[in-house]
């Protein structure tokens, strides 16, 4: 009945672009999304300071995939020749934006398809010390009533690396998915991630993000489905000169659907974040249940944090809210823990872990577990 | 101040400019207020701005509002008045058919009254004037003290800083005009009444307010107009400027008719240990997008906000506030609430702004929402940025519906449905209640109650 | 004379029967304990009676002096003089404990108009009675109330809206020993002004303080048992399983 009048994105178009002379082969696919992706032009982002692109040279590579138990699970590339991944891995979706999601589907080097039936246990790597650019397109199915966890871990100093994966839980369906990103160096890291879930399907996310120089990070998340139910566990630190920006959106489109995204920053030097939450209920999503919080600790004068929480709501049925806080470190606390003979350095350390220990305790990989306890040590 | 769908007012003799905006139209509202050269060149010079400056690219839809026909400049027959029994009758019963309160009242310290683009009433307490406090209409005051209104006038919001600011400083007319000495305190709230009474009209009124060093002053504005079937226009400005230790209350109830685009800009600026409180209830008009915003300049500064959304059939309503913390210790609370039903759409938008210097900071923000039925509608968007490492910034929000729980508890005391969800509506919206004047508050329960079928005291 | 009689209630929340046939029925001055085991269906009793919409009464009746009450909505209960006591009253944002009950008492009493002063004074006596702070009269509506002064405003509203049948539900429950004494005198204080009451309760540590005349053993959505105080005491000594044997 209103009309919400909304911001244009800025865009500009970059000297240096993929055409379709860097396309790896011939594929219609390919052919077909690489048209789409010359439509689109760069988004600028004022908040990440991005405003111009370089061009990097995309060489094959094979990340690293370990199949657990999952059905199929293959390479992208190869998982093209059938129609229900093909569907998938070409599906517009808008993600950060169309132009990098698109830049997956058409110029992609990486990326894995699967379908999951009964259990499955996925480990995807991908080492941006041994190849630069990972331009990731992946999708994952999970059947009716089946359950997946998943741990995906991006790392090393590299270029470029831009990532869409889309997945799809069936009714019934259970994805625990963890995504590790250790990747300090990289100029530019871009993940957009598509989530749509059918009745009763639960999804878990949990998000160990250590920064890049130039982060931008999107979940996308479909309650389709009545009953279905998201939890979202995000935690970064961000140090040096890095940026991140983060969005998460849940999109309650059926009557009973959950929500909860939880969110904890840790800044130092000039580190700048942004966190966007977003809440959207729709007509039809009768007593919709959704939170979101959103906590930064400012470890330093210059860091800088910004928080866009948005609620969208247009049934009167529902529950949402929000939650944001800026600040430094709980004086109450560091006392406390001072006057039990810790020096300040042990007790801001302390009280770091402890934003991160619930994340890490989730962690189903004992090694990835000390990487991340590494990451951390090294940064505070 | 309550609905007023069926009220018909007395139609009155007045001059008015050809509809749109031009050249010859400003140059006609400024020969017309015999008005000095330089204001002449702010309005021309605005016109350029307007022209050039894009809609605004969130909000509510105003595509629809035809800037073409609406007529910027409309003077009723009167001249301006410091007794109530001089403005003629008809302009008197106007004013009183719209649930305007009589205007001289004891517990003002002044009162001021504006029709359409004039002001038709003007007065204040005698030993105001001695102390130094100079209460006059805008049009005056650049007339007798250009200083002062040379000094402030549009700097606080400039008239290139928006489309419609742009368009106030070309056609801004009436208005109120106040100078507070340094260390007096107003012990009563002065009030001004903005009334819209011819239909395709725009209202442009301008108040500025400079409050000296250590002295406290409260105003209050009512606002409030003739229902027609074509679009009305409110762009006014308030710019305040409070210096190091002053108090300044502003509190606004606007209840423009339901055919009205309320377009409005309100912006404060505060000094060392300076306080600005806004209290503001938008109630009225279809469209409304308003941000009164606190600029905290000064070591110590501090705002306050009680704001409400009243969003009934029709109604969107683009509200919000904006905060900047320029300096350190400044404090910022936010008790900003909506309601909306019957198909009402309430936008909460806020901004945030914690810069590196404003180090040892608060700011509190809460919103909260309060969805009555199915039809109705409501989001929220703050913005918070914070860019140093020593403040405490909270923001909280929620929406939801009234709770059938809570309707069930009042109904075993014996409430009908209709009062419980009356009584919790106004449950709700009792902070800002409480800091209205008594006769405003009596009329806002009288409203809750006819637009929920109460009757309840 | 009768007030409320129930009969083969039938009633269920969702899909969930809870009530499974409860006949009942409650005089002028008498005053009833209902006894029974956490989930039994005590609390849906007494929401059932007062007509809350959650509840759906799938077959039965509930008579109030002779006429059917189940086409009657809530409000409508409460100026017939039925009042329920919560054990979770709701919290009512912005609005004082006093203008409420103001409000409520207009609306049952109709024909009593009291001044404010009036009404106040009252006010405060019936909480100087039940030892509340005067102060909490101006508090909003439940808010920020500790779990013995909620259960203290629930009996000073069945004091000030004197209805003619009071509905307590667990109104023992989480009370201190004085606590339970001062609401125990209140409820007293309106069976002595002729208010029949149906007392909900898990244990049997209030009526000490409050005697029933008629004592019901309440298990799975029944009356599996209804005599004098002694039945009190023997469940206090054998516990609810030992009467469920009984009936098996």
Request: charged share 25%; hydrophobic share 40%; glycine share 8%.
């Amino acid at each position: 009945m209103f009309t919400k009048v909304e911001p244009i994105v800025k865009t500009f178009e970059s000297l240096q672009d993929y055409t379709m002379r860097d396309l790896p082969d011939e594929s219609e696919f390919r052919a077909q999304q690489a048209l789409k992706y010359s439509q689109e032009k760069f988004p600028v982002w004022k908040r990440l300071g991005f405003s111009e692109f370089v061009k990097e040279k995309i060489e094959k590579y094979n990340g690293d995939f370990l199949d657990g138990k999952s059905k199929i699970l293959e390479n992208s590339e190869k998982a093209l020749d059938e129609k229900i991944f093909r569907d998938l891995l070409g599906r517009y979706f808008y993600g950060v934006h169309p132009k990098f999601t698109l830049l997956s589907s058409a110029f992609f080097n990486t990326g894995f398809s699967s379908l999951v039936s009964g259990h499955g246990d996925i480990h995807v790597r991908y080492d941006l010390n041994k190849n630069p650019v990972v331009i990731e397109n992946s999708v994952a199915i999970i059947e009716n009533g089946s359950e997946a966890t998943m741990i995906r871990k991006i790392s090393g100093s590299g270029r470029l690396s831009n990532s869409t994966l889309k997945f799809v839980l069936r009714q019934g369906a259970r994805l625990k998915l963890f995504n590790v990103f250790i990747a300090s160096k990289t100029s530019l890291f871009v993940d957009s991630n598509l989530y749509l879930l059918a009745e009763g399907a639960d999804l878990e996310i949990y998000d160990v993000i250590f920064g890049a120089q130039k982060m931008a990070i999107d979940r996308t998340i479909d309650l389709e489905g009545i009953n279905s139910k998201a939890k979202i566990r995000s935690v970064y630190f961000g140090r040096g000169k890095e940026r991140v920006d983060l969005r998460y959106s849940l999109n309650h489109l059926a009557s009973k659907t959950y929500g909860r995204t939880e969110g904890n920053g840790i800044l130092a030097d000039e580190a700048y974040s942004v966190f966007r939450g977003n809440i959207d209920i729709k007509k039809d999503a009768y007593e919709a249940d959704s939170e979101e919080k959103n906590a930064i600790l400012n470890l330093s004068p210059n860091s800088r944090a910004d928080s866009i929480p948005s609620l969208f709501v247009d049934n009167s049925t529902v529950t949402a809210r929000h939650g944001s806080s800026v600040g430094n470190i709980d004086e109450d606390k560091l006392y406390y823990l001072m006057s039990r003979g810790l020096d300040e350095r042990s007790a801001i350390k302390l009280i770091v872990e402890g934003i991160f220990r619930p994340v890490i305790d989730e962690i189903p990989d004992e090694n990835l577990k000390k990487e991340i306890e590494n990451a951390l040590s090294v940064r505070i | 101040m309550i609905e007023k769908e069926h009220v018909i007012l007395k139609d009155i003799n007045l001059k008015r400019t050809e509809p749109g905006l031009s050249r010859k139209v400003i140059e006609e509202i400024s020969y017309a207020k015999s008005e000095p050269d330089w204001m002449r060149e702010l309005r021309l010079k605005s016109l350029e701005y307007f022209i050039q400056r894009p809609n605004p690219t969130f909000g509510v839809d105003i595509s629809k509002l035809d800037l073409d026909i609406i007529v910027n400049y409309v003077r009723p027959n009167s001249k301006r008045q410091n007794s109530w029994e001089d403005v003629p009758e008809d302009i008197r019963e106007n004013f009183e058919k719209l649930g305007i309160p009589e205007a001289e009242r004891k517990a003002l310290a002044g009162v001021g009254a504006q029709y359409d683009s004039e002001i038709v009433y003007h007065n204040m307490k005698d030993y105001l004037s001695k102390l130094g406090v100079i209460f006059v209409d805008m049009d005056t005051a650049v007339k007798e003290y250009p200083d002062l209104v040379k000094k402030y006038f549009m700097h606080l919001i400039p008239p290139n800083d928006h489309k419609f600011a742009a368009l106030h400083g070309a056609v801004w007319s009436g208005g109120t005009f106040i100078y507070v000495p340094e260390n007096i305190s107003v012990p009563m709230p002065i009030q001004s009444y903005y009334l819209m009474g011819s239909p395709g009209m725009g209202q442009f009124e301008h108040t500025l307010i400079i409050v000296d060093k250590g002295a406290h002053f409260e105003f209050i504005e009512g606002c409030s107009g003739q229902n027609y079937s074509v679009s009305n226009l409110h762009a006014g400005a308030v710019e305040i400027y409070v210096n190091e230790g002053a108090t300044v209350k502003f509190s606004t109830i606007e209840n423009w008719a339901k055919n009205t685009y309320n377009l409005n800009t309100k912006r404060a600026s505060v000094d060392k240990d300076g306080t600005i409180l806004w209290i503001s209830g938008t109630m009225g008009s279809a469209k409304t997008m308003l941000y009164p915003s606190s600029i905290l300049k000064g070591k110590g500064a501090r705002t306050e906000y009680t704001t409400i959304a009243y969003a009934g059939p029709g109604q969107h309503l683009d509200t919000g506030t904006k905060v900047f913390h320029f300096a350190p210790y400044t404090s910022s609370k936010v008790d900003s609430r909506s309601i909306s039903f019957g198909g009402g759409y309430s936008f909460y938008r806020g901004l945030l702004k914690v810069s590196q210097s404003a180090i040892h900071s608060r700011s509190s923000v809460e919103c909260s929402a309060l969805m009555v039925d199915d039809i109705s509608k409501s989001d929220t968007l703050p913005i918070i940025e914070v860019m140093n490492n020593e403040s405490e910034i909270g923001h909280e929000a929620y929406i939801g519906k009234i709770s059938e729980d809570q309707i069930y508890y009042l109904m075993s005391r014996g409430l009908t449905e209709d009062d419980a969800k009356a009584l919790i509506v106004r449950g709700f919206l009792d902070p800002f209640i409480k800091q209205l004047p008594f006769e405003y508050a009596v009329e806002f329960n009288r409203m809750i109650n006819m637009n929920f079928n109460s009757k309840i005291g | 004379m009768e007030l409320i009689k129930i009969v083969d209630l039938h009633a269920s929340v969702g899909e969930k029967e809870v009530l499974k046939g409860v006949n009942l029925t409650v005089n002028e001055n008498e005053v009833h304990a209902v006894m029974g085991p956490n989930g039994a269906g005590k609390t849906t009793l007494i929401n059932v009676i007062m007509g809350n919409p959650k509840y759906n009464v799938t077959s039965g009746d509930v008579l109030f002096e002779g006429k059917s009450i189940l086409k009657m909505t809530v409000d409508e209960r409460a100026r017939l003089g039925i009042f329920q006591s919560f054990q979770y009253p709701e919290e009512i944002s912005g609005v004082t404990f006093i203008n409420f009950l103001r409000l409520a008492h207009e609306k049952i009493h109709p024909d009593e108009k009291m001044g404010v002063l009036e009404f106040g004074d009252m006010l405060l006596k019936t909480a100087d009675f039940l030892k509340i702070d005067r102060d909490f009269l101006k508090r909003y509506v439940n808010l920020g109330f500790s779990g013995g002064e909620r259960k203290k405003a629930e009996i000073l509203q069945l004091s000030v809206l004197n209805p003619r049948v009071a509905l307590l539900d667990e109104t023992d429950s989480g009370l201190d020993i004085d606590a339970l004494r001062i609401v125990s005198e209140g409820i007293n204080r309106a069976v002595n002004s002729g208010i029949s009451v149906l007392l909900v309760t898990h244990y049997r540590r209030i009526l000490d303080y409050v005697r029933p005349q008629f004592v019901h053993v309440f298990i799975d959505g029944r009356i599996i048992k209804t005599g004098g105080f002694e039945i009190a005491e023997e469940l206090e000594k054998n516990g609810y399983g030992s009467v469920e044997e009984a009936r098996l």
